[in-house]
């Protein structure tokens, strides 16, 4: 069974600070993957997408993939305080009908 | 990236009962995929719905308890069948924004379902 990992924390960090949210996967056929921010009573929301090894950036936010440690990251540089949610790492496998298998997420609480 | 509009919001069901979920798009889409997250936990893919084709469901799930209709590339509905309070959870449709302008996938706003 393809497995999506994550701590479900919470990770607490100061306004300011840098968040740092990890994701491990078990399919090594995985091709993309995405990061979405799930706000207390609301829907997922979209944040990051990354296909390629290495870094990808927008605004204050960066993914990173590491596909041969199978591992895909999130940075949010600049913590603020609207940023306390829960993170939701999802990876699609291609040749999946397009399917998205999620992780359990990561509550992150940004502090003042 | 698509629109989606899901009804109802919330609902408090009887057990025994059930209740049909519906998700309108504001563009064709090819597929629409219905998921349940359950209380403090990550969303599960109930099933995909192709225009003109049966739903693929996955494990866990089947079409009696999840019956899907999807008759039109703007349009689907979950039901969810002889309901019993194990099903309180939120379910959401999703589809894949890909083509559309946008990467990635779009929820609706999903339904809060309590079965009492």
């Known amino acids: 069974q393809k497995e999506v990992e994550q701590n479900s924390g919470p990770l607490s960090v100061p306004e300011g600070a840098i968040a740092s949210l990890n994701c491990t996967y078990s399919?090594?056929?995985?091709?993309?993957f995405f990061w979405y921010r799930q706000y207390s009573g609301k829907s997922p929301e979209l944040i990051m997408f990354?296909?390629?090894?290495g870094d990808k950036e927008d605004g204050r936010f960066t993914a990173q993939l590491n596909k041969a440690s199978q591992y895909v990251s999130l940075l949010i540089r600049d913590s603020q305080p609207s940023d306390s949610a829960t993170y939701l790492c999802?990876?699609?496998?291609?040749?999946?009908?397009?399917?998205?298998?999620f992780g359990t997420g990561t509550r992150l609480q940004v502090t003042l | 990236s698509a629109v989606i509009s899901q009804k109802p919001s919330r609902d408090i069901c009887q057990r025994g009962t059930s209740l049909t979920i519906q998700c309108q798009v504001d563009s064709q889409v090819t597929m629409m995929f219905w998921y349940r997250q359950q209380p403090g936990q990550s969303l599960t893919l109930i099933a995909t719905?192709?225009?003109?084709?049966?739903?693929?469901?996955e494990s866990g799930f089947v079409i009696d308890k999840f019956p899907i209709s999807r008759p039109n590339l703007t349009f689907s509905t979950l039901t969810v069948s002889n309901m019993s309070p194990e099903d309180s959870s939120i379910y959401l449709c999703s589809v894949d924004s890909q083509g559309q302008g946008a990467v990635g996938y779009t929820f609706g706003s999903g339904t809060r379902l309590t079965v009492v």
């Open positions: 719905a192709n225009q003109g084709s049966e739903a693929t469901y």
């Open positions: 990354i296909y390629s090894n």
């Open positions: 999802a990876v699609m496998e291609t040749g999946t009908a397009s399917k998205l298998t």
């Open positions: 399919d090594r056929g995985s091709q993309s």
